[in-house]
């Protein structure tokens, strides 16, 4: 089992290919403001990811949103360390319903990368988001040590009972592109997606 003390700085782009390569049941994902879904979008878009724009921490709680009303449906949230700060509230009340369907993964740099990479919490002051997901009640998170241990992660939550929460620790490095900003077609495209149009 990794701690955040041995684990190696990994590239959120490879690693969001990697997970994203492993989907194939129409598994929702959704992508944190920022290079979160700017990551996500750059893998190819899919009519079952969500882009979150402008709105810090909102992943994780639309993800719970999304496994609570389709249970049979794998879904991921995709969230910063300062995204995921902002909403701490969201780990208890996940761990609280328990759905089974859902994994958290929180890209951890240690900054707000996106407002101009001023040191979050978990860098700032060694705040382990791991350690505060299983105090939450979230007894499967995990650190994942390196890209293997990562995938490994990734395929026993496709498979096994959540709810999850894999940390990984990122690079500090802009995304590679980003998100086409419009809201309606993103939220039209995820509604058809998830069989609600």
């Not at 750059?42 to 389709?70: C, D, E, K, W």
């Not at 999850?164 to 419009?182: F, H, K, M, N």
Request: with cysteine; hydrophobic share 45%; charged share 20%.
């Amino acid at each position: 089992m990794a701690n955040v003390a041995n684990t190696i700085p990994m590239n959120r782009f490879d690693l969001t290919s990697r997970l994203v390569r492993k989907l194939k049941q129409d598994e929702a994902v959704i992508g944190g403001i920022g290079n979160s879904n700017f990551d996500l979008w750059s893998t190819g878009q899919r009519p079952h990811n969500f882009y979150m724009l402008g709105s810090m921490g909102l992943a994780a709680p639309i993800a719970f949103g999304v496994a609570l009303a389709q249970p049979e449906r794998r879904v991921f949230a995709l969230e910063g360390d300062g995204s995921l700060l902002m909403q701490l509230g969201c780990l208890s009340t996940i761990a609280a319903q328990a759905p089974k369907n859902l994994t958290v993964v929180v890209w951890d740099n240690g900054v707000y990368q996106i407002t101009g990479s001023q040191p979050t919490p978990a860098a700032h002051a060694g705040a382990d988001i791991v350690g505060i997901a299983r105090a939450s009640g979230l007894k499967q998170s995990e650190w994942a040590a390196d890209e293997a241990d990562f995938e490994q992660l990734v395929d026993q939550s496709l498979v096994e009972d959540g709810p999850w929460l894999i940390g990984a620790r990122i690079e500090d490095v802009p995304a590679i592109s980003q998100t086409e900003r419009d809201p309606v077609q993103i939220r039209r495209r995820f509604m058809e997606g998830m069989g609600s149009r």
